[in-house]
């Protein structure tokens, strides 16, 4: 499907390619949804130079927002995630600060 090329085509330049800034901005009709995070979990863990992704508008939900927080807990480089418009709620929002606090020097 388009949508699995995408994301190996995407794990193939992440890997072999030292990227800062990612910005991976969903649309109304095309959006990566809950299968963008086993792609952000081999970027942000094998790539020792990210420190900017933006995910806004991927549909990611409450739990892509759990699974998106083990690794910024594991990452030691990003410093700055924006991911608005993912449809997150209140359960979302608090896994968000309680990254936030636990990891002040981000």
């Known amino acids: 499907s388009y949508q699995c090329n ?3 085509s995407l794990q193939l330049i992440a890997t072999k390619t ?4 990612l910005r991976m901005q969903g649309t ?3 959006k990566l949804r809950e299968s963008i995070i086993p792609f ?3 970027l942000v863990i094998g790539n020792g130079s990210l420190h900017t992704l933006d995910i806004s508008g991927q549909g990611i939900g409450d739990k892509g927002i ?3 927080g083990k690794l910024l807990r594991a990452n030691k480089t990003l410093k700055t995630v924006i991911f608005d418009d993912n449809n997150i709620g209140y359960s979302g929002l608090y896994q968000i600060l309680n990254i936030m ?3 002040p020097d981000k």
């Open 18 to 21: 030292k990227i800062e800034v």
């Open 6 to 8: 995408l994301i190996k």
């Open 101 to 103: 606090i636990s990891n």
């Open 66 to 68: 759990r699974e998106l």
């Open 40 to 42: 952000l979990c081999d």
């Open 28 to 30: 109304l009709n095309g």
